[in-house]
Every structure is written in structure tokens, then in C-alpha cells.
């Protein structure tokens, strides 16, 4: 096994020697081969922390091109091993897409879910319909997170747009596609004026601090959902959440001055 160990090592070495001197798509791709190891343990050991929803799939295609950009950066004489090096990368591209996912409605759907669940469990051992103190301790959750979700799995709700709305005289009955609000369209002055905002306020934040405005504001996700994406603790992020909030009051009264006597 060491022997195998070290003709792989010197394999590699060979390879980096390579792709030093000549960045071709041969050598990176036998690299990015090596070192898929560690993009599938980062994703892996995120996924961990994450709702159910969330794919490792995709946070392991997000590592991937984590992996490249290290590739591309790592410079040997900085004295850093690349497996100590390529981590944060790879973690911070995972963390990049994650941000950017569509959240709200695959953390309401699993809550939905789970809510669902507890009441059918009660109603089979009771055959009764179960109150709210009950499906707290089933769901052994505090009353506060219980609402929220109750909230959240209201929002959940199938419907066949297939149905028929109503008749008509003619051949062709009017369903409920048809007669649906389009909420896809988007006002382009509220998109702009969003994306503005984010980028006011996240100013000259941390990548760490970015991530806490943007998940808990625009995500809307919690301090414990939050924490556990980051890998902080919620007491941690609710800290740090704090000081984003007191440092952005302090800039916004030296600005409001700056105007005053301007």
C-alpha cells in the first residue's frame, strides 16, 4: 500500500511539473482527476448541514469549478501545500452557489412535508386529529419555530391546471391556465432597485459577513439555517450579524453628516 501510495505521489508530481510549464487541457483534466476527492469530501460534509433538498450533486459541480479556479491560481513557491490551498476555494464556490439557489420554496415544500408527516403519525396513534402542543413535541420544536412553520406549510398548496374554471358555449372550456396571473414577468425597476440595494448595503462587507446579509435579508433564511451553511454556530452568526447592523448604522449617520453639511 505505501509503495502504491508513493509511485502516486511521484505520478503527480510529474503531472504538476507539467502543467506548471504548460497549462494544457491533458494535464488539467488528469489533476482535476486526482483531486475530485476533495471537492466530493467539502460537498459531502456540507450537505451534512443542509435541508434534504439541497443536492450534493450540485454542490459537488459547484466545488469542480472551485477546483479549477485553484488550479489555475496556485502558485508552488508560496511554500502551501495545493490540498491546503484548493479547500477554501472549493468551499467558497459551493458557498457561492448556494446563495445563489432558490431557497424559500424547497425550505417551505420540506417543511410542508414534515408537518404533514407529524399529524398523519399522531392521527394514526390517537385517530384523532393532533393539537399544536402535540405536533411541537412530535416535531420537538418550541411553539415560536412551530408557527413559523405552520405559516410556511399554508403556502404549500397543488393544483391541476388542467381544471376546468368554468363552461362555456363553445368547444373549448376555459381552465384554470387560463385564467391564471402571470407572475413570471418581473418589473425591471424593482429588479434593478433590489440589486442596488444588495450591493450598497454588502459594500466593502467580507465574503463571511456578505453571506449572513444576503441569506438572512433576501434568502430569508434564519440564524440557524445560515449557521449551518456556513459552519458557524448560531450564536456566532447573530454576533456577527449584529456588528454588519452597527457598522452600517455608523456608515449610514457619517453619510447622513456628510450630506448635512455638504
Not at 425597476?189 to 454588502?202: N, S
Request: proline residues 3%.
Amino acid at each position: 500500500m505505501k509503495t502504491a501510495t508513493k509511485e502516486s505521489s511521484a505520478r503527480i508530481q510529474k503531472v504538476w511539473k507539467k502543467f506548471l510549464k504548460k497549462k494544457t487541457d491533458a494535464t488539467r483534466n488528469e489533476l482535476m482527476e486526482h483531486y475530485l476527492r476533495i471537492v466530493k469530501y467539502t460537498a459531502e460534509r456540507l450537505s451534512t448541514r443542509l435541508p434534504d433538498e439541497v443536492d450534493v450533486d450540485d454542490l459537488i459541480s459547484a466545488g469542480i469549478f472551485g477546483l479549477m479556479d485553484a488550479l489555475d491560481a496556485f502558485d508552488p513557491d508560496r511554500g502551501v501545500k495545493f490540498e491546503t490551498y484548493c479547500v477554501p476555494r472549493i468551499r467558497g464556490a459551493i458557498l457561492d452557489e448556494l446563495r445563489s439557489m432558490d431557497w424559500v420554496p424547497r425550505l417551505v415544500r420540506s417543511r410542508a412535508h414534515k408537518l404533514a408527516r407529524a399529524t398523519q403519525v399522531l392521527e394514526a396513534q390517537s385517530g384523532e386529529t393532533p393539537t399544536e402542543r402535540e405536533l411541537c413535541k412530535e416535531l420537538k420544536l418550541p411553539m415560536k419555530e412551530f408557527r413559523k412553520l405552520q405559516r410556511d406549510a399554508r403556502a404549500v398548496g397543488l393544483i391541476s391546471l388542467s381544471r376546468k374554471w368554468f363552461e362555456t358555449d363553445s368547444n373549448k372550456d376555459v381552465r384554470e391556465i387560463d385564467v391564471l396571473e402571470d407572475k413570471a414577468s418581473v418589473d425591471p425597476f424593482r429588479v434593478a432597485q433590489r440589486k442596488d440595494i444588495k450591493e450598497l448595503v454588502t459594500r466593502g462587507l467580507s465574503r463571511a459577513e456578505r453571506l449572513i446579509v444576503v441569506l438572512y435579508y433576501f434568502e430569508e433564511m434564519t440564524m440557524k439555517e445560515i449557521g449551518e451553511t456556513l459552519d458557524l454556530s448560531e450564536s456566532r452568526v447573530s454576533q456577527m450579524h449584529s456588528a454588519i447592523l452597527a457598522r452600517l448604522k455608523s456608515q449610514l449617520e457619517k453619510r447622513q453628516k456628510e450630506l448635512q453639511t455638504a
